[in-house]
């Protein structure tokens, strides 16, 4: 039987950067593959490149899915880096603790007042922020939030946590800055917000809320690596590579990007000797990723999971995936933003090209298209609306949200493909309530529309809905690659 991974199997060469010394600097919560791949590789590095005691408490949210074996494995594991040219392994070191929130908030709260950790980071998921999706703030009447503001009580949201972490910290008034790493359109400006509300809601003192305007910072960055989630072929590759064991390994591809404003309030790592940007065009960034790429990657998971398309690269090789999505980035997202100094679309758009192309990442169409409610509403209500403002129909974002509706809540008498049952939805039951008794494919379309899914201005768009419901008809009576056709005649 091959060995576990461990510190004391750890074989020559394969450690990525550097350990970190045993003082954790950072608290980090949500940890899932993506952080994994992403900023613990950046501080790896960047301790290689300049020191620093930056080690990562890391919380994952409700299961112990990760912590258990990284616990199991001295906190190590394994990034399996997914190249066309051949696959290699190295081992990551930077976590010094591990556990589960949910199984002990009070010590996330601790962590987070403790003023040894200088940044507490965040990849919670678009779910995790806890917002209205019509007024984007805090929902005050999620069942959670609601019990997490009682006063006495143990936070169970992440939102909750760190609002009560830092009303602890302000005793010490040490600075701290809370780096969300979602996907998410002004992510630390929207954690800030949603933070200072709950505050507010929980009637916390003056002197609390002055420490957290004046010495906690909550930067906005844009985080990019395709990493899906990990099988027992990566476990097996790992194995061969590295010749141990490893439970929890993370699969990824090469590719890494990382913008950040350079706002810390306690100092952070030399992310920037790492690869990281440090700019002060977030806005840009983030719209360039957040719509080109992830706006085009709901609609190819949502066409995909219609058509059968288990994975991203076989929905990308569908003719009728990639022209709805190449015509959508030039006529529906890229008009919408004015682009980071320098920016090559043509480039960035092949270079998405050969991302998405790649089979070996083997990204399921079911994983990119789960949250669809929380997730489409940064990828589809502004971009629909700049456009809808100047007369036009974005008819490829109605597409995607015909798709979604397609996938999550069909109409009665529409069975998408079995796909779309493994499609993780939060609001599904929400939504059948919402269509329950609707007549007409109109009638189910106009419900969601109007139901609190969709920010209101974007709900009194009648000729955006009256769209999506064309298409939904054609989806559910000639197929998606009907629906597809007609969004190119369309525009033409
Ligand atoms: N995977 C990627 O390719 C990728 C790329 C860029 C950004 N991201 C961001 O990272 C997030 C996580 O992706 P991942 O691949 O690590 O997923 P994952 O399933 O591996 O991990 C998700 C993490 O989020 C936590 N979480 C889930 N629901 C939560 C909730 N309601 N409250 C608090 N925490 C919650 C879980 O504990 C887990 O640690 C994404 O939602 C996205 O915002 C992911
Ligand atoms: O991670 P999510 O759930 O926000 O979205 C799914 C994918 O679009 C996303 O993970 C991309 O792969 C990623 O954002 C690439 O950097």
């Known amino acids: 039987m ?15 950067g550097a350990s970190a010394p045993d003082r954790t600097g950072i608290v980090h919560l949500g940890l899932g593959n993506f952080h994994r791949a992403h900023g613990a590789v950046y501080t ?14 890391g919380f994952a949210h409700s299961s112990d899915r990760v912590v258990a074996p990284m616990r199991a494995q001295d906190n190590l594991y394994s990034i399996l880096q997914l190249t066309e040219g051949g696959t290699k392994a190295g081992v990551v070191d930077v976590h010094r603790d591990t556990g589960v929130a949910a199984h002990d908030p009070a010590a996330v709260v601790a962590a987070i007042a403790d003023p040894a950790h200088r940044i507490v980071s965040l990849t919670v998921s678009e779910v995790g922020y806890t917002r ?7 929902a005050l009447d999620h069942p959670e939030v609601a019990a997490d503001l009682v006063a006495g009580s143990t936070p169970r949201t992440a939102m909750g946590m760190i609002a009560r972490g830092l009303e ?13 790493c979602d996907n998410l359109q002004s992510n630390g400006d929207v954690t800030r917000a949603v933070v200072e509300e709950f505050l507010n809601a929980a009637g916390v003192n003056d002197d609390v809320l002055s420490f957290v305007s004046s010495s906690v910072s909550f930067p906005n960055a844009m985080v990019d690596r395709i990493v899906p989630k990990t099988t027992a ?22 590719f890494s990007m990382w913008v950040l404003e350079d706002d810390f309030a306690g100092g952070r790592p030399a992310w920037d000797l790492a690869g990281a940007t440090f700019s002060t065009e977030l806005e840009a960034y983030e719209m360039v990723k957040l719509r080109l790429l992830n706006g085009s990657h709901s609609l190819i998971a949502y066409l995909g999971v219609l058509a059968g398309a288990p994975t991203i690269d076989t929905a990308w090789g569908l003719d009728f995936v990639r022209e709805a999505v190449l015509g959508g980035i030039a006529e529906d997202y890229l008009p919408t933003f004015t682009p980071p100094t320098g920016f090559d679309a043509d480039a960035y758009v092949s ?10 990442i083997g990204h399921a169409t079911t994983q ?3 949250d669809g409610s929380v997730k489409l509403l940064q990828r589809i209500p502004d971009a629909a609306l700049f456009h809808l403002r100047r007369g036009r129909i974005p008819h490829r974002l109605a597409l995607c949200t015909a798709a979604w509706i397609a996938c999550v809540a069909p109409p009665a008498g529409f069975d998408p493909d079995p796909l779309a049952e493994r499609i993780a939805e939060p609001a599904r039951e929400r939504l059948a309530e919402t269509v329950d008794g609707a007549v007409t494919v109109s009638d189910h379309v106009r419900r969601i529309m109007t139901g609190g899914f969709f920010p ?37």
């Open 168 to 180: 602890l910290r302000a005793a010490s008034g040490a600075p701290v800055a809370v780096l969300s």
């Open 456 to 492: 209101a201005a974007l709900a009194d768009q009648d000729v955006f809905t009256a769209r999506v419901a064309e298409l939904l008809t054609l989806i559910t009576r000639d197929g998606v690659r009907t629906a597809a056709a007609d969004v190119a005649a369309a525009s033409r």
């Open 351 to 360: 270079e998405l090209d050969a991302r998405w192309r790649n089979p070996l």
């Open 368 to 370: 990119v298209g789960s």
């Open 2 to 16: 091959t060995q576990g991974l461990g510190r004391s199997s750890v074989p020559a060469g394969t450690l990525i």
């Open 233 to 254: 072929e990566h476990s097996q590759r790992v194995e061969d590579l590295l010749g141990v064991t490893d439970r929890c390994p993370v699969p990824a591809e090469d």
């Open 132 to 138: 209205d999706p019509a007024t984007g703030r805090l």
């Open 44 to 57: 790896a590095q960047a301790m290689a490149a300049a020191g620093g005691d930056w080690g990562i408490r």
